[in-house]
Structure formats: structure tokens, C-alpha cells
């Protein structure tokens, strides 16, 4: 990984994240983690052009920049995600089309969520859990149906994320919400997938959460947060109060009635 010092101009640095933009793996990123935390009215101008580029390599690196500019205080929010719907509306790359939406969901503006809806049915997975990654926060009603199909994605990070957005909207409600939650909480073969959907039950107050939750808790290993978390929901706990573990499984099987 090559050093980066943050005192290189823009367009050094932006030289170097293009190289890292290429690498096929979870290397960290330094120079383009740089641009983004500097944030200035230089890198977005410099990001804005790289959109426009005839390279799809180069479009995606702008709309990775775009998508966490500033970060972790965001610079410019609204001309990214202008310049990310656009890409959205246009591009042709998968890649870009990946870049942007994971920027759109990194930036959390949902005046975007119906461009992003087209999207839900992509048959690129990556594209599938962008989208529902781009959701949570939504409150826009015609991504109900979209998270509810994600829900059953074959593609297990798809599923997650849609089970996440869907489970913390607490705006949405109703029977077939809740069936979508408690089927994934119970058929679910990925341990994060059934923590968050008996997180979204909890949420909503829903009883049949608490024994699954136990058994969960009794039985879980690696995952325990995604379920800890889901106790705490039902039982009203604060996050940050310290429970042991025995004593969360007590109190959800004690309240049977």
C-alpha cells in the first residue's frame, strides 16, 4: 500500500486513488479516503469532472468521492447527489451504477429513493444490495414492495440490508411487514438476517419476537450483538446498560402473556 501524504495536491492524489480503485480487494484506500475527508470545493469539482469522463473507470472513482465527501461531516450534499442521480439515470457501467448508488446510500438523501427503485431487480447482486443498503432511512411507501422482494434475495448481503432497512422503518406496518420479518426471523440461514428481523419485530412491539429471540441468545455464538440488540428493543432496555446475557434471556422468556 503506497504512502500518502494529505499535503499532495488533488490531482496527485487522485492519480494514486484511481490505482487503488482498481485493486479487486478490502485493501484500505489512503488517497482516496484523503480526498473524500478533504472534502473542499476543489475535490468536488475535480469529482464532478471525473463523472462526466468517456472512462467508466474514472466516472466511478468521481462518484465514490461524491459519495462520502467531506466525510464524516458531508460537504456539498446536495450537488453530490444531483450529480449521482444523474449518473443513475444514465450510465450504462455497472460499475458506475454501483459507485453511485452506494454513494446515494452513504449520503442517506432519499429525494432519490424512486430513481433507486428501478434498480431493485438488477441481476447484478451487488446492485441488488446497493439498493437496499440506499434504503434504510426510506420512508418513501413504494419501497415497501421493492425491500419486501429483496427480502427473499438470493444473495444473503441483499437480504440483509433489506431486512435492515425494512425491520428499522417503523413507519411501515401491517401484516405482510410483519410476516416478511418473523419469515426471515425464523427461515433465515444467515445469523445477521434473523437478528435484524427480530430487531424489526421488536420495534414493533410484536410479541412473537421474544422466545425466538431467547432461543437466539441461547444458541448464538458469533452474531450475539444482532440479537442482544433485538432483546434490548423488546425489553426497553437501554443500549448502553449493562446486562448479562442469562438475565436478557430470563426476562423475555418470564413475559409470556
Request: proline share 5%.
Amino acid at each position: 500500500m503506497r504512502e500518502v501524504d494529505d499535503t499532495w495536491s488533488t490531482a496527485a492524489l487522485i492519480e494514486v486513488a484511481f490505482v487503488e480503485q482498481q485493486r479487486d480487494d478490502d485493501t484500505l484506500c489512503p488517497a482516496t479516503v484523503a480526498l473524500q475527508q478533504r472534502g473542499s470545493r476543489e475535490v468536488l469539482e475535480a469529482a464532478l469532472t471525473l463523472c462526466r469522463s468517456l472512462d467508466s473507470q474514472w466516472r466511478s472513482l468521481g462518484a465514490c468521492l461524491l459519495g462520502q465527501l467531506g466525510h464524516p461531516d458531508p460537504t456539498y450534499p446536495e450537488e453530490c447527489c444531483d450529480a449521482l442521480v444523474g449518473l443513475l439515470r444514465r450510465d450504462a457501467s455497472t460499475d458506475v451504477l454501483i459507485a453511485a448508488i452506494y454513494g446515494l446510500g452513504h449520503l442517506g438523501d432519499h429525494r432519490c429513493d424512486a430513481d433507486l427503485l428501478a434498480y431493485g431487480n438488477h441481476p447484478e447482486p451487488a446492485i441488488r444490495k446497493g439498493i437496499a443498503f440506499a434504503l434504510v432511512g426510506t420512508t418513501f411507501p413504494a419501497a415497501v414492495p421493492v425491500l419486501l422482494t429483496l427480502m427473499n434475495d438470493p444473495y444473503v448481503q441483499a437480504r440483509d440490508w433489506a431486512t435492515t432497512a425494512l425491520g428499522a422503518a417503523t413507519c411501515f406496518d401491517g401484516p405482510e411487514v410483519r410476516e416478511a420479518l418473523l419469515q426471515r426471523a425464523e427461515r433465515d440461514d444467515d445469523d445477521i438476517t434473523r437478528g435484524e428481523a427480530l430487531h424489526g419485530l421488536a420495534r414493533r412491539g410484536d410479541r412473537r419476537a421474544r422466545p425466538l429471540i431467547a432461543a437466539e441468545l441461547t444458541g448464538a455464538s458469533g452474531s450475539l450483538w444482532a440479537f442482544e440488540a433485538a432483546a434490548r428493543t423488546c425489553l426497553g432496555l437501554d443500549e448502553a446498560e449493562p446486562v448479562k446475557e442469562e438475565d436478557l434471556i430470563a426476562a423475555l422468556r418470564a413475559d409470556r402473556h
